[in-house]
């Protein structure tokens, strides 16, 4: 996971876990955060359930999943490979 918003709002809610479903939670989200792709490998309402969790704002959470999933972070996390590009040959 690359994006500092994400770190940071991680970082809350680890230290405000109330119940063990939350808990739960928290865990599954860490998981999935391992890979910095994942938001491109999700459903959108998935997402949103994972901001929502995580405590961002309704008004806040459409500006940070476009963020997420700019084509900027695209071209960065996504492998060359599964864009179909081959190395050069000389």
Known sequence: MKNERLKELMEQKKN???????????????????SDDCFFKMKMETAFGIL???????????????????????QKVVPKQRL??????K
């Open 16 to 34: 405000n876990l109330v119940t063990p479903l939350d808990q739960e939670k928290y865990q599954i989200v860490t998981e999935l955060f391992k």
């Open 52 to 74: 929502d969790f995580l405590g961002v704002k309704e008004d806040e959470a459409l500006t940070l999943y476009q963020e997420l999933i700019s084509q900027e972070v695209y």
């Open 84 to 89: 179909g590009i081959s190395p050069k040959r």
